[in-house]
């Protein structure tokens, strides 16, 4: 049974920094590509960051560029991001994917707010 559990998440200061991360079970890992997606109270979700299968190659949402990194440890089937510099309007459920091919599966998200 595919499953990605993410976990990281909380309150955080204007200007701070947290690492999600993203356990997969279920599945070769190392042969997706895994992505980061967040979902503001009344807003769609929105692409942030992905990672191809080796992360060797990664792209980022213009919004998050230079503030997030997204890595992986195929070893350990997990994905990360790491948050810095943080704003109130990063505050958002924050979801890992993976994909491949026609294969798309989501976690249930982890909430991250931003707040003084």
């Known amino acids: 049974q595919v499953q990605l559990v993410e976990s990281g998440g909380g309150l955080v200061q204007p200007g701070g920094s947290l690492r999600l991360s993203c356990a997969a079970s279920g599945f070769t890992f190392s042969n997706y590509a895994m992505s980061w997606y967040r979902q503001a109270p009344g807003k769609e979700r929105r692409f942030v960051a992905d990672s191809s299968s080796t992360g060797r190659s990664t792209n980022y949402a213009d919004s998050v560029k230079g503030r997030f990194t997204i890595s992986r440890d195929n070893a350990k089937n997990t994905v990360y991001l790491q948050m810095n510099s943080l704003k109130p309007e990063d505050t958002a459920v924050y979801y890992c994917?993976?994909?491949?091919?026609?294969?798309?599966?989501w976690g249930k998200g982890t909430l991250v707010t931003v707040s003084s």
């Open positions: 994917n993976a994909k491949r091919f026609v294969e798309n599966y």
